[in-house]
């Protein structure tokens, strides 16, 4: 094995061989180094994943050396991330039912296991503030996390802003493999604010740990350009996509691996840096269903978008949902991590993170994050949260208003929901669409379901007009868009398509909104696979058109005298 171990990211290469090799052998990478390799009952296991006591965060059929099954030797490539500890590399015979331990490596580990990595903005709850969160392996007893930041070239002092200090424990954790073979210590997650920012002003920042003795651990060097101020008139680009997921640069293996387009999106993404301002991840992050190491993984490959641009994050039914832990659903996606993770390794500006519904407002748009693994429906705090959102906003400044959820409360011609009559999840849009039209909401964006679909301008289940692509004047309806083709495996639709459905796309890709100033919005779908925009449509509207009366929209009036 060989590399440098002192960036967060590296390469290492394995040379392994015995004198009985089999296609069904296998290399284990193990984090920490020390594991325990007898099987273990996993119920919550997906078929085709290692039965062993001790969760490996990655592994590789060991033939995928070339002449492994000639020679009885090979060589595979790994890629490792600074999780906080060393590694280990095992080979084992047996496959990945009844593993036996041919022979372990010698332990490796990054130069300083505790850095402070993969930081992550975030809007805070006003638009002159910017959070920054990370990971370390430093408690708070041991250093003092914080951030120096400045205004890019202004030749001033830098300022020193100290962080907050989160970790959460297995017995925070609600059920298998979260709490059992797939628990991985979290290390401690920091998060800073840096406050008081000039609109459009670019900042540079620096997270850092202070030592006991004044020595400081310093992470990378980046900038972000600060927020614009609610209803400021200047360009504005917005990405949103849902259920991404992550996947394996080297092509190893990993629990709960069924998202290939994840590096596609992410790599698009990273490529385009330049040409949007800010990322709203709707739900469904790694997809770790309790294999803690895969939040690591998920931060580090979204840590070249997210370390630049504020990354908004909303919950999915991977994130959160566990039976009997007070979701509206009662399953098992999460993998027993029932929010834990996601809610302590991402901030937003929630008054309570454990309800994950919040607003951003964003020069001229607002929007209203909704969480869908919390019941939505009138008379419920949340159902109060989407009112008061939607409600409060200044349309004559922040003409855009956008709602986005996880699971489909709109409409989606998806094959399991049109199996039900429903084309939504169950209770989804009935108590939601009177608030969206009556708010005059302009975009609902869901996830969950892993394909794209726009709908023409919609009241229940009716179109409202017969323009498809450049809309202008009032809005009389709503246009709701599946946006889930983030990365994971792919959806079927129902071979019927209904009338409300203006295009569709089975396939990888993320959606991008261009404010060009107050009247005129640009929303365009690209696929991840080579960034192009495969469907688009226009607004073209006034104040007085949000202000015009449309169905069940209407403001009363009285005679004058």
């Known amino acids: 094995m060989h590399n440098r171990m002192d960036e967060d990211t590296v390469w290492v290469t394995v040379k392994y061989g015995w004198e009985n090799p089999s296609a069904d052998d296998w290399i284990a990478v193990f984090s920490p180094a020390d594991f325990i390799s007898g099987s273990c009952p996993n119920p919550s296991r997906y078929p085709g994943e290692p039965l062993l006591c001790t969760a490996p965060i990655k592994y590789q059929y060991a033939n995928y050396s070339a002449n492994y099954l000639h020679g009885g030797k090979g060589a595979i490539r790994f890629q490792l991330i600074n999780q906080r500890s060393d590694f280990s590399f095992a080979l084992l015979a047996g496959g990945l039912e009844n593993p036996t331990l041919v022979a372990v490596s010698k332990q490796v580990a990054f130069k300083n296991p505790k850095a402070p990595v993969f930081p992550r903005l975030a809007q805070g709850k006003t638009h002159d503030e910017m959070t920054v969160t990370w990971t370390s392996g430093y408690d708070i007893g041991e250093a003092y996390p914080f951030v120096e930041w400045g205004v890019v070239a202004s030749g001033g002092n830098p300022t020193r802003t100290p962080a907050g200090t989160l970790t959460f424990s297995r017995g925070s954790m609600c059920g298998e493999p979260a709490r059992t073979v797939g628990w991985r210590d979290p290390g401690f997650i920091h998060t800073a604010f840096m406050r008081g920012l000039w609109p459009n002003k670019e900042y540079f920042y620096k997270i850092g740990h202070?030592?006991?003795?004044?020595?400081?651990?310093?992470?990378?060097?980046?900038?972000?350009?600060?927020?614009?101020?609610?209803?400021?008139?200047?360009?504005?680009?917005?990405?949103?996509?849902?259920?991404?997921?992550?996947?394996?640069?080297?092509?190893?293996?990993?629990?709960?691996?069924?998202?290939?387009?994840?590096?596609?999106?992410?790599?698009?993404?990273?490529?385009?840096?330049?040409?949007?301002?800010?990322?709203f991840h709707i739900g469904d992050l790694p997809y770790a269903n309790g294999y803690l190491s895969q939040w690591d993984q998920f931060t580090a490959q979204v840590a070249p978008i997210s370390a630049k641009k504020p990354y908004m994050v909303a919950s999915g039914?991977?994130?959160?949902?566990?039976?009997?832990?007070?979701?509206?659903?009662?399953?098992?996606?999460?993998?027993?991590?029932?929010?834990?993770?996601?809610?302590?390794?991402?901030?937003?500006?929630?008054?309570?993170?454990?309800?994950?519904?919040?607003?951003?407002?964003?020069?001229?748009?607002?929007?209203?994050?909704?969480?869908?693994?919390?019941?939505?429906?009138?008379?419920?705090?949340?159902?109060?949260?989407?009112?008061?959102?939607?409600?409060?906003?200044?349309?004559?400044?922040?003409?855009?208003?956008?709602?986005a959820a996880h699971w489909v409360l709109g409409y989606s011609s998806n094959s399991w929901y049109a199996d039900q009559g429903s084309f939504e999840e169950p209770e989804g849009r009935e108590s939601l669409q009177k608030l969206w039209q009556r708010y005059r909401v302009d975009i609902a964006f869901f996830g969950h379901v892993h394909n794209y679909e726009r709908t023409c301008p919609l009241y229940q289940s009716q179109c409202v007009t017969n323009e498809r692509s450049n809309y202008s004047g009032t809005m009389n309806g709503i246009i709701f868009v599946v946006a889930g083709g983030g990365g994971s495996h792919l959806s079927s639709y129902t071979s019927a398509i209904p009338k409300w459905s203006v295009f569709r796309d089975k396939d990888y890709g993320f959606t991008k909104l261009t404010a060009f100033n107050h009247s005129s919005l640009l929303f365009e779908y690209k696929k991840s696979s080579d960034g192009k925009v495969y469907d688009s449509f226009t607004i073209h509207r006034d104040y007085r058109d949000v202000l015009g009366c449309v169905h069940d929209s209407c403001f009363p009036t009285t005679l004058a005298t």
Request: with cysteine.
């Open 210 to 279: 202070e030592l006991s003795d004044g020595t400081v651990v310093w992470g990378k060097s980046y900038t972000f350009r600060a927020p614009p101020t609610p209803g400021q008139n200047s360009l504005q680009r917005i990405i949103v996509f849902g259920d991404m997921g992550k996947a394996e640069r080297d092509g190893s293996n990993e629990f709960a691996n069924y998202q290939p387009g994840s590096l596609n999106t992410t790599d698009k993404l990273v490529e385009d840096l330049d040409n949007y301002d800010i990322v």
């Open 317 to 403: 039914n991977h994130e959160r949902d566990w039976p009997n832990s007070g979701g509206f659903f009662d399953v098992k996606d999460s993998g027993g991590e029932c929010g834990v993770p996601a809610e302590t390794m991402y901030y937003y500006p929630a008054e309570n993170r454990a309800n994950f519904w919040y607003k951003v407002d964003y020069g001229m748009f607002r929007f209203c994050v909704a969480d869908s693994e919390h019941d939505w429906r009138e008379g419920t705090p949340q159902y109060k949260f989407i009112e008061e959102c939607l409600s409060t906003v200044d349309r004559k400044h922040q003409p855009w208003l956008i709602f």
